[in-house]
Every structure is written in C-alpha cells, then in structure tokens.
C-alpha cells in the first residue's frame, strides 16, 4: 500500500504541472523536483492513472501526460535505475 501514497503523490503533482502548462522535460523535471523519490515507473503509472481519471478532460493536459508517458515507457527514461520491485 506505500506504494499506492508514492504514485498518488506523482500523480498530483504530475496533473498539477501539466495544468500550469509543463510539457515533455519541464514537467518531467517539475515532477522529480517536487518527488525526488519518484522513479520513472512511478511516473509511467500516475500517468495512466490520470488517463484513465474520467476528471482529467482537458486535451491538451491528456496530451501532455500521454507523450510523457510514452517517452518513459519506450526508452526507461533518465531515472530508469532502481525502478524493480
């Protein structure tokens, strides 16, 4: 269940960025700022959280999450280290 407060933690602060605009590096640096435990499997799963959150309808906002959690998926992102669990 610790796990469940981590991702919920990432996933506020990732819909919080996304809202003021960040996009693609400055929201991904914005996130670990503010959850400098955050791993980019944390990362992947607050953003398919917020996908799936039927109170997330902005385009631009599910835009955002969506390449962002692409990117990590697809290359492990920076902080990929340390993601097993």
């Keep these: 269940m610790p796990d469940k407060k981590k991702i919920k ?8 960025g996304a809202y003021a605009g960040l996009s693609d590096t400055a ?4 996130v670990f ?6 791993t980019s499997k944390r990362l992947v ?4 959280l917020a996908l799936s959150d039927p109170k997330v309808q902005d ?10 959690a692409i990117k990590h998926r697809l290359d492990g992102g920076p902080d990929s280290d340390g993601d097993e669990d």
């Design 9 to 16: 933690k990432v996933y506020d602060t990732l819909i919080e």
């Design 27 to 30: 929201l991904h640096d914005y």
């Design 45 to 48: 799963r607050a953003s398919l």
């Design 59 to 68: 385009r631009n906002v599910l835009n955002v999450i969506y390449a962002l």
């Design 33 to 38: 700022e503010h959850c400098p435990k955050a």
